[in-house]
Nanobody, 126 residues
């Protein structure tokens, strides 16, 4: 059974940082590209970032570029998202998601993941 379990969220002041983690199990983690997506209250799901199977290729939404860093540790079956310079508009539930392919999908297929976790809440407020 595929499981993706996010952690690391919390309440942080604007300008602060958090490191989100996603522990993966039930599949060969190193064979698949992975993604982070988020959903703010009352809004649709927003693609945030993706990484290919080996970690050599990454991509980011324009809204987070330069502030967020995605990475993975295939030996630990864990996906990470380092988020810096947090803004109130970053407040959302953050989910990790698994793709069916090894490389980052094209823009048109960014949302074509087959599994996602239960999410971890990030709240940015003073």
């Amino acid at each position: 059974e595929v499981q993706l379990v996010e952690s690391g969220g919390g309440l942080v002041q604007p300008g602060g940082s958090l490191r989100l983690s996603c522990a993966a199990s039930g599949f060969t983690f190193s064979n698949y590209a992975m993604s982070w997506v988020r959903q703010a209250p009352g809004k649709g799901r927003e693609w945030v970032s993706a990484i290919n199977w080996g970690g050599s290729s990454t991509d980011y939404a324009d809204s987070v570029k330069g502030r967020f860093t995605i990475s993975r540790d295939n030996a630990r079956n864990t996906l990470y998202l380092q988020i810096n310079s947090l803004k109130p508009e970053d407040t959302a539930m953050y989910y990790c998601a698994k793709y069916r392919v090894t490389q980052i999908p094209t823009t048109a297929r960014r949302y074509e993941y087959d599994y996602w976790g239960q999410g971890t809440q990030v709240t940015v407020s003073s």
